[in-house]
């Protein structure tokens, strides 16, 4: 019997490729600069519970529960394989606090009300136009009233060299809307309050967007 397909697209879209990820991250993407950007705009607070969606190997949920131990961390994705590889790296730093959940970012396996932050990071152009609005509903959902959303994905290009960049992946449903600079419209449209970019940077793969929206 075939495996039935899973609705998630792995780290570097092809499941055989994850173990690459990391490397590629570090030493292609500069991923702690932009993901200590990230963290420095959740200004993570002791006490607070918060969901790092799509958290992949895991290395941002580390991070956030590092800066602040005495936050309730937990880290959700589509994927048990870097669920497993976060869970061993999380081992290995000495950082065992950290929930790691298996789930889709469309069907959140938690109650109405039950986070105070979601943070994200290059998940959401891994998602199709329906799937990013179901999961921005669903992140609404979880928030608790006067909690907060934070984003780090591709975006709008700023200039040439960036539209150059962009313009090769443009084309591909998932990161179509992200290079349009449509996320924060989609944030509004499910709800969001005070959505704002944060930011923005040059990466090797493309320009970078910060985010963050309010739930009232
Ligand atoms: C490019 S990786 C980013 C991982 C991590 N957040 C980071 O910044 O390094 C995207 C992750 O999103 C996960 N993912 C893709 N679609 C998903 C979905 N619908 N629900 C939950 N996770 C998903 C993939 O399994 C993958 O681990």
Not at 30 to 42: H, V, Y
């Amino acid at each position: 019997m075939t495996e039935p397909k899973p609705r998630f697209i792995p780290a570097l879209n092809q499941k055989w490729l994850t173990p690459l990820y990391d490397p590629t991250l570090r030493y292609i993407m500069g991923e702690d600069g932009f993901k200590k950007r990230l963290i420095e705009q959740t200004n993570p607070q002791p006490g607070e519970r918060i969901l790092d969606l799509g958290c992949g190997t895991g290395t941002l949920t580390i991070m956030l529960q590092r800066r602040q131990p005495a936050a309730e961390v937990v880290g959700l994705d589509g994927d048990p394989r870097v669920l497993d590889i976060a869970q061993k790296k999380a081992d290995r730093v000495g950082v065992a606090s950290i929930r790691w959940d298996t789930g889709l970012a469309d069907e959140l396996p938690y109650p109405d009300e039950s986070f105070d932050k979601v943070i994200t990071s290059m998940m959401l152009h891994h998602l199709t136009l329906p799937e990013k609005l179901e999961a921005f509903h669903e992140v609404h959902r979880v928030l608790k009233p006067g909690g907060s959303f934070h984003i780090a994905d591709f975006g709008k290009p700023h200039d040439r060299l960036m539209r150059f960049v962009a313009s090769y992946m443009s084309h591909l449903e998932r990161t179509a809307d992200n290079f349009k600079g449509r996320i924060p419209e989609l944030m509004v449209e499910t709800g969001f309050n005070q959505v704002e970019g944060t930011g923005h940077l040059r990466n090797f793969f493309g320009p970078l967007s910060f985010f963050r929206g309010l739930r009232n």
